[in-house]
């Protein structure tokens, strides 16, 4: 069987008949023989659009004719038949047709290239999300909980799987970082906006791991502070001085207090949990003890720089003697000189490293944080000496071991 030369439109024809086989009988195929360049640039939205509708996942394999049809729906028949002849002429399809009642019949079509097709419409390929899961899904975390929660999507479709692995990937990265915030602080962390996060990802993420252990509350956070000094809230000076430890502030309670009837003479803001609450109920008469829980959440800035407005006074920081702490030191310190106040690091020098009992080796990820910090961050004096230490030694600490 021969191809007939190119007929007025450039398009060639191959009779399929075969005398041996009556479903062939009264068949052909046409298609261009040299395809035309195709600039889909210039064509008309709703050509692009039915192409679109035709080609995201054609394959190799033909599609019937009353399929093409069916898809473009009654309102573009005629649009239909006039893009399929387009492609035809273009060399973009073949088409099978069969002679019935004195005329030929489109039967079947295939399109020559959907690949470049669709890249051309800046389509995706019909089976990229699923490689792309195939090869997500081999991933292993470091966090038990996590390697469950991905074994959860194996039933999803590939992209949705894709898009709440993701979250998983920033959770552990969240983690790791020691943050801590609401649903709102990780949103801007895991994807850049702090509504990205639905509620459909919400709930999943909720039943598939204990988020309280992963520093994400979806309740109010809280403020916890030790005040040596009474509040003003409306006309009401509240006594929190009296108060042995420590208060939980909302960020609402700390938005509508005007003053205080006194100001510490400084402030202490302690990461460690445990040595928080240790200094606080420690702390002296004129002393205001802060919890700094690891890389300050969005709530907490805000918070604390609306406090300072009310309470200033100069800060002393003390943070877990590693990369991260001296990291989340200068985070929290930037909201002082923000202020115009001072601060200084506190029990943060390696006088102190040296005298703890247990220390832990540096990781690669906290030797890259080192480099950043040396270079990118004007540390103060008694900082970049713990971080001398730290990076001679090969390793790290935790405050609560003596603070």
């Not at 992963?214 to 809280?222: A, E, M, V």
């Not at 929290?332 to 200084?344: C, I, R, V």
Request: hydrophobic share 40%; aromatic share 6%.
């Amino acid at each position: 069987m021969d191809w007939s030369s190119p007929d007025s439109e450039g398009v060639c024809t191959l009779r399929l008949d075969d005398p041996l086989r009556a479903s062939l009988k009264g068949q052909r195929r046409r298609r261009r023989g040299t395809p035309q360049p195709l600039n889909l640039d210039v064509w008309p939205s709703e050509e692009r659009r039915l192409l679109a509708d035709w080609v995201k996942r054609a394959s190799d394999k033909p599609l019937r004719h009353d399929s093409a049809l069916r898809t473009a729906g009654a309102h573009r028949a005629m649009l239909a038949d006039r893009l399929l002849h387009m492609l035809l002429r273009s060399g973009i399809i073949e088409i099978d047709e069969c002679h019935e009642r004195g005329h030929w019949w489109p039967r079947q079509l295939r399109f020559l290239d959907p690949t470049a097709l669709r890249h051309m419409l800046g389509l995706p390929e019909p089976d990229a999300d699923r490689s792309l899961w195939d090869e997500a899904c081999k991933r292993r975390f470091t966090h038990p909980e996590l390697d469950l929660a991905t074994q959860s999507l194996d039933g999803l479709p590939p992209a949705r799987a894709l898009a709440r692995q993701s979250l998983l990937v920033a959770l552990e990265a969240w983690h790791e970082e020691q943050r801590s915030g609401t649903w709102r602080d990780f949103s801007h962390f895991a994807r850049g906006g702090t509504k990205q996060i639905s509620d459909a990802e919400k709930t999943w993420l909720s039943s598939a791991l204990t988020l309280e252990d992963f520093g994400i509350s979806g309740h109010t956070p809280l403020l916890l502070v030790r005040l040596p000094t009474s509040v003003v809230i409306g006309s009401t000076a509240w006594p929190l001085g009296l108060i042995p430890d420590f208060v939980g502030l909302t960020p609402a309670t700390i938005e509508v207090m005007s003053g205080a009837l006194e100001g510490p003479t400084h402030w202490k803001l302690v990461e460690n949990r445990t040595s928080f609450e240790r200094v606080a109920r420690a702390s002296g008469p004129t002393e205001a003890v802060l919890w700094l829980p690891g890389y300050p959440p969005s709530w907490w800035r805000r918070s604390v720089s609306q406090l300072l407005q009310r309470l200033p006074a100069p800060a002393w920081i003390a943070c877990d003697p590693d990369p991260d702490g001296i990291a989340i030191a200068m985070q929290a310190g930037q909201l002082w000189t923000s202020a115009g106040l001072t601060w200084q690091p506190w029990k943060m020098d390696p006088t102190d490293f040296d005298a703890l009992a247990t220390k832990r080796p540096l990781s690669g990820r906290d030797l890259a944080l080192l480099d950043r910090l040396e270079e990118t961050c004007a540390l103060p004096p008694s900082l970049m000496a713990l971080a001398g230490t730290l990076r001679i030694q090969q390793l790290k600490g935790e405050q609560e071991g003596y603070l």
